[in-house]
């Protein structure tokens, strides 16, 4: 069995995910609970369709950082930000 999920909007009826599913939402909160293409829309995502996972964001070349994953994520992430990660570059090339 796997995680009982709970809404903050008591009309929601709570349910349970399969241990091989996750819900994943949108991180927009500008975006109306309607509005978001998230789970919400289309449900559970079965864990086998997960491919990776965000390390760094870069939105603007002052407004960009590490994303915080899981305790264990985040030990076996920084190895690979510290060789692989050329901030200068990013934020050089992103024109927003």
Request: include cysteine.
């Amino acid at each position: 069995m796997g995680y009982e999920m709970v809404s903050n909007d008591e009309k929601d009826e709570p349910f349970v995910l399969e241990k091989d599913q996750c819900w994943v939402l949108a991180d927009n909160l500008a975006l109306k609970p309607k509005e978001a293409r998230d789970s919400r829309l289309f449900g559970p995502v079965p864990m086998t369709d997960i491919l990776g996972r965000v390390i760094y964001s870069l939105r603007t070349a002052v407004d960009h950082g590490p994303v915080e994953n899981s305790g264990m994520a985040m030990k076996q992430d920084g190895p690979v930000l510290a060789v692989e990660l050329d901030v200068e570059e990013m934020a050089k090339n992103n024109k927003a």
